[in-house]
């Protein structure tokens, strides 16, 4: 029992999509505050892990108790412009596969939203969609 | 002036009626102490006069499920199957961590409600009566 390693939810939100966007077709994939310089016309995936509320769940101090730990997956799809959707959705698929209703290491993942088309892609030059999903774990005081 | 919050108490239970231990993952608690009236009015009063009767007490317990086993937690959630129950368990209800202020009664569980729901936890609801004597240390 111990308070939530929030870097350990993470690593297991990041490898669980590092893992399967290593397989053919292998995805560049790239995380938050890390820099990436995209080649044009390639496909690749920015995924960013946020921590949001906290709630109790138990009864209890600082000892003997639990507390819900949510957060958000947001990953983003980026494909090359002008020719479609289809790359992207297969991407979105494979991505939305990996974490639908999943429960990982305590990490229990809802149903994901998207992958929505954003209209303004950021960086410009790509076609982009974005795959949200909340998480839920406990944390055991 | 001290003010407390729910996350401050917790409950203790021992169905056999000896020595308490903690129910773990427990969301909620509540209990109402009730006292009869009864009216003792004499003709040609003309206020109605009432004197208190038996006192009773009734409540709930909301408790996480954790499929927890061996211990009093599972003891508690299951005890609603136990036959002719003659009331001894003992329910220790705490208002705050120090473990001083409790209301604490022999009593009996009621019902049991088990459920699920998608994107939930799932609760257990316990209810049970008193039995006998409740005692209000708060």
Redesign the interface.
């Known amino acids: 029992m111990a308070a939530a390693n929030l870097n350990t939810i993470r690593a297991t939100i990041e490898a669980r999509l590092a893992t399967e966007l290593a397989l053919a077709p292998v995805i560049p994939v790239v995380f938050h505050n890390q820099p990436y310089v995209p080649t044009p016309n390639s496909s690749w995936v920015q995924c960013l892990v946020s921590f949001g509320a906290n709630d ?6 600082t000892t ?3 507390n ?1 730990v949510i957060g958000v997956v947001a990953i983003n799809i980026f494909t090359p412009k002008g020719v479609g959707p289809g790359a992207n959705l297969t991407i979105g698929k494979r991505i939305r596969d990996l974490y639908n209703r999943a429960i990982v290491s305590g990490v229990h993942f ?1 149903p994901p939203i998207g992958p929505e088309v954003v209209a303004a892609p950021a960086p410009e030059g790509f076609f982009q969609t974005q795959v949200r999903l909340t998480f839920e774990t406990f944390e055991d005081l | 002036m001290a003010f407390y919050r729910g996350q401050q108490g917790s409950v203790k239970f021992d169905d056999a009626g000896s020595s308490t231990s903690t129910i773990t993952s427990t969301r909620s608690w509540s209990l109402t102490v009730e006292k009869e009236s009864l009216d003792t009015t004499a003709l040609g009063d003309t206020y109605r006069a009432n004197v208190g009767g038996l006192i009773s007490g009734s409540g709930t317990c909301e408790v996480l499920y954790t499929a927890s086993s061996a211990d009093e937690t599972n003891a508690f959630i299951k005890n609603i199957n136990t036959a002719t129950d003659q009331g001894v368990a003992l329910f220790e209800l705490f208002l705050d961590t120090t473990g001083t202020k409790k209301a604490s009664f022999n009593g009996v569980i009621t019902s049991a409600e088990y459920s699920a729901t998608v994107g939930e936890i799932e609760v257990v609801t316990i209810n049970f009566v008193t039995n006998g004597t409740i005692t209000l240390s708060i």
């Open positions: 109790y769940l138990t009864m209890g101090g003997g108790s639990s819900s809802d």
